[in-house]
């Protein structure tokens, strides 16, 4: 796990939240945000931005094939594990 943090690209920066990037040997990865709000949004426990890592502190927001979105909100942590191991396992 990397913690980019200060470059985040999913504007998830502002608040005092759970924020972690995952970077997994695949080069796949995810941002995890906890209680991601914008105005006019309703609440919600996890927000995963699905990324590609390009090296070691680059990378882009990417579409996943087991995956809708480019973002995955999620109720609770257990969610966002099985989300992870499977971005691990592609």
């Not at 209680?35 to 990378?59: C, N, Q, V, W």
Request: glycine fraction near 6%; hydrophobic fraction near 40%; include cysteine.
């Amino acid at each position: 796990m990397v913690d980019l943090n200060a470059d985040c690209v999913c504007g998830c920066m502002d608040g005092d939240r759970f924020h972690k990037i995952f970077h997994f040997p695949n080069d796949y990865g995810a941002s995890v945000v906890g209680k991601p709000r914008r105005p006019g949004e309703p609440d919600r426990e996890y927000r995963i931005l699905l990324l590609r890592f390009l090296s070691a502190t680059d990378y882009k927001v990417i579409m996943m094939p087991m995956f809708d979105s480019t973002v995955v909100d999620c109720g609770a942590w257990a969610d966002v594990a099985v989300s992870l191991k499977k971005i691990k396992e592609l």
